[in-house]
Every structure is written in structure tokens, then in C-alpha cells.
């Protein structure tokens, strides 16, 4: 894939993760992959509209996926007979294999970070939902956030905590004029009645007036169940005046996910704002991710944003 740099991993396995509906026999079925790659990847700024921007060129980070082809064979069969057995493991997010890689609504998201001046970047707690390889949250704390990278999967969270330690030494050896922020990784499942890893620090925040939070979610609309309860943490997060910006493929609405996600979010919104039961329309933004590290040479995505900052126009 386009310039690709390989990395053979040593002394380090990954944590095979155990979820309820998973049997142990099929969490057994698939070692821990052998190998990993680290891609360099150089995030470059994505304007959007009229908003504020900076004048950085670029920044350039790490990431890590598996480089293990036996794991990817056995992974996707296993996630295959589980689809065709019916027997309750279908979509079990924490053994789905494809949150390992990256996807182009997160590289936009990034750019669109990067793409922001440093004041409306730098000391925000950034919180990504679902956060796959990190790249978002490793871009975020490059920027001086404060990242929280949540994602079901412990595996997931190990590539993003590789991936920002990769990224933290290049920074410390390039001396960038921008100080590096912070990057924590947690368990955290979209689908259970836990509330928002940022109430918390949403309370401290706002006691100390610093800048609203920014709650980030790409690509997590790819079945309608998850994409349900997706719209529902969504509407949570703005009700606490996060702002929220969610980024998905518009290759397809994949098993109904996105129209799933538009409904709820629509209702919620509508229960909120004590609005009647009047259809509400949700806005994306379209964008396209270019990318030859990845061999993407254009993929469409859209962005939806909640609770914007002001001066903050989106849209084209």
C-alpha cells in the first residue's frame, strides 16, 4: 500500500478480548496476530467552509494495523460463520477484525483537526468513540489535546497507544513548536447504560472555563443496532454542549446503518429541544479523503457537527 513502512513486532503479543455473546472456544479459535505494520502517515489541513484556520502545512504521525495474513484469514472466516450460525455473535464489536485498519472518515476528521487554528485545539479534551487505530486521537494529541481513545476492543486500544508512542518520540526528536498534548486509551462500549467518559471532565471544564469538549465517532455506522445506540451517545454528548462531530463512508448505507442513526438522533434531538414529531433533517457535510500512504486516491465521506463553536461555519 503506497509507501508502507513494515515493522516486524517484538516481545509484544496482542490481548485476545473476550465479549458477552463470545464463546471461548471461538476467542481460542484465533492466536493473537504475530506481526504488525507502522505506517507514516503526513496529515495535511482540511478547511471546511468559512471557518477560522491555521497556517500549519501539516503534521506527521504514526499508526499501527496488523501485518499478519493467517490472523486476517482466520479472523474473517470466524466472523463469517458467526454471521451464518445466527447464534447471537453477529457483529460482536470486539472481535470485529476491521476496526484494525484505517478508514477514510477518520483521516478527514483528522485533517480537519489539523486543518483548525492551535487555540481551538490545543488543552480540549478530545474523546473519540470507536477508535480503531488511534488515528484521530493520535492526531489530537499532536495538537496539545487531551485525547481519550475509547474503543470496545483491547487490541484496537494497543495499536493507538503504539501508534502515540511512535508519534510522541518523533515529536520530542523534531522539538515542533507545538507542545504535545496527552493521549489515554479506556474501554468503553457504546452499547451499555455507562454514561460518557466525559461528564467528569465536561464539570472541571466548565468550573475552570476552558473550551467545550469536542466528542469524535467515524465509521461506527456500519450495522443498525450499533449505529442506534451510536445516535444515542451522539445526543447525550451534545445535551452535555460537547461539540460533536461524526464522520462516515458514503460508500453505501451499509445493512441500514446510517439511516438508523439519522432517525434516532433525529428523535432524541427533537425530545430535547421539546420539539413535536415533525420530521428533523440531518445535516452532513460531503469531503474527500486523498491519501497515497493508504492507496486511497479519492473516497467520498460526510460530516455531521453538533454544538460548533461560534465563527465555526461548516459546510461548502
Keep these: 500500500r503506497g509507501r508502507r513502512q513494515q515493522q516486524q513486532d517484538e516481545g509484544e503479543s496482542a490481548t485476545a478480548s473476550t465479549s458477552t455473546g463470545t464463546t471461548s472456544a471461538s476467542v481460542a479459535a484465533v492466536p493473537p496476530p504475530k506481526s504488525y505494520r507502522r505506517t507514516s502517515l503526513r496529515i495535511r489541513p482540511l478547511h471546511i467552509g468559512k471557518s477560522p484556520t491555521s497556517s500549519r502545512s501539516h503534521i506527521d504521525i504514526a499508526t499501527y494495523d496488523i501485518d499478519d495474513a493467517d490472523w486476517w484469514e482466520a479472523k474473517t472466516l470466524l466472523q463469517e460463520a458467526e454471521e451464518e450460525s445466527g447464534d447471537g455473535t453477529t457483529n460482536n464489536a470486539s472481535e470485529n477484525p476491521f ?141 452535555l454542549g460537547a461539540w460533536v462531530i461524526v464522520g462516515d463512508c458514503d460508500s453505501g448505507q451499509r445493512e441500514g446503518g446510517r439511516q438508523r442513526f439519522e432517525m434516532e438522533l433525529a428523535r432524541r434531538l427533537n425530545m430535547r429541544e421539546g420539539g413535536g414529531d415533525e420530521e428533523r433533517q440531518i445535516r452532513w457535510d460531503p469531503a474527500v479523503a486523498k491519501c497515497p500512504e493508504l492507496g486511497w486516491k479519492e473516497k467520498h465521506v460526510r460530516l455531521l457537527h453538533l454544538n460548533s463553536p461560534d465563527g465555526f461555519q461548516h459546510g461548502p
Design 99 to 239: 476496526g484494525t485498519r484505517a478508514w477514510p472518515p477518520s483521516l478527514v476528521v483528522a485533517q480537519l483537526l489539523v486543518g483548525l487554528p492551535l487555540s481551538e485545539v490545543a488543552g480540549r479534551t478530545i474523546v473519540e468513540l470507536g477508535c480503531g487505530t488511534g488515528l484521530v486521537s493520535i492526531t489530537a494529541a499532536s495538537l496539545g489535546a487531551h485525547a481519550v481513545a475509547t474503543d470496545i476492543s483491547p487490541l484496537v486500544l494497543q495499536l493507538t497507544r503504539r501508534g502515540w508512542e511512535n508519534t510522541r518520540t518523533r515529536l520530542q526528536k523534531a522539538g515542533t513548536e507545538v507542545e504535545a498534548g496527552t493521549l489515554s486509551t479506556s474501554i468503553f462500549d457504546v452499547t451499555s447504560s455507562d454514561p460518557l467518559p466525559i461528564d467528569r471532565q465536561m464539570e472541571e471544564q466548565q468550573q475552570q472555563q476552558q473550551q467545550q469538549p469536542i466528542v469524535i465517532a467515524t465509521s461506527v455506522l456500519y450495522e443498525a443496532d450499533l449505529a442506534g445506540s451510536m445516535a444515542n451517545r451522539v445526543a447525550e454528548a451534545a445535551a
